[in-house]
């Protein structure tokens, strides 16, 4: 069994950084695609950014303000997070492995993380 523990969620100014973790434990994770997704409140929830080997992808809604990276040794995922926008308030989820991403729906997930909230207002 994996388990993804997400941290580093807090209040921030807009325009701010904030760099979020995901630390998963218990069996290795392997390394497989592993997703950032969020949820604002009253709406659904959104894949956020990927990464799968060498491979990363994102929302056009974060495009060149968040970068998503892994360090194996550590069996962490990263969320660097800048340029912070009020609209990105919401609680952040780490999810794998992503086995597929169709039309921008990302497919797998067996495991997810319990979240991390991110606010962003002055």
């Known amino acids: 069994e994996v388990q993804l523990v997400e941290s580093g969620g807090e209040l921030v100014q807009p325009g701010g950084s904030l760099t979020l973790s995901c630390v998963a434990s218990?069996?290795?994770?392997?390394?497989?695609?592993i997703g950032w997704f969020r949820q604002a409140p009253g709406k659904e929830r959104e894949a956020v950014a990927y990464?799968?080997?060498?491979?990363?992808r994102y929302a056009d809604s974060v495009k060149g303000r968040f970068t998503i990276s892994r360090d194996n040794a550590k069996n962490t995922v990263y969320l660097r997070m800048s340029g912070l926008k009020p609209e990105d308030t919401a609680v952040y989820y780490c999810?794998?492995?992503?086995?597929?991403?169709?039309?921008?729906?990302?497919?797998?997930?067996?495991?997810w993380g319990k979240g991390t909230h991110v606010t962003v207002a002055s």
């Open positions: 999810a794998g492995p992503i086995t597929a991403i169709i039309a921008d729906t990302y497919f797998g997930m067996k495991y």
């Open positions: 990464i799968g080997g060498s491979t990363t």
């Open positions: 218990g069996d290795p994770l392997p390394k497989s695609s």
